[in-house]
């Protein structure tokens, strides 16, 4: 039977004494919540990395729709 309570080590630096220790409710809480903003900040940074190069796909073709040369809007854009 595997106990499902997450555990921390800690380490005495002064005597070298190592403790595995239960996590309290409020720090496995923490954990959670963690969890839970760092998955919210992944979606964020790819929703605006997807947003972004929409937008430049939107720039390069109106740009072409203006006339620019693939090469002229290749060293506007850097791309």
Same mark, same amino acid.
């Given at each position: 039977m595997t106990?499902? #309570?997450p555990t921390k080590i $800690? #380490?005495?630096c002064s005597t070298g004494v190592r403790e595995v220790l239960e996590l309290t409710q409020a720090e496995i809480d923490e954990r &959670?919540?963690?969890a839970i903003q760092s998955e919210a900040d992944r $979606? /964020?940074?790819e929703e605006a990395a997807? /947003?972004?190069a929409e937008a430049k796909a939107s *720039? $390069? /073709?109106k740009l072409a &729709?203006? *006339?620019l040369?693939? &090469?002229e809007i290749s060293a506007i854009t850097g791309a």
């Open positions: 106990n499902s #309570i $800690v #380490i005495n &959670e919540a963690m $979606v /964020a940074d997807q /947003a972004k *720039g $390069v /073709a &729709e203006l *006339g040369t693939a &090469e």
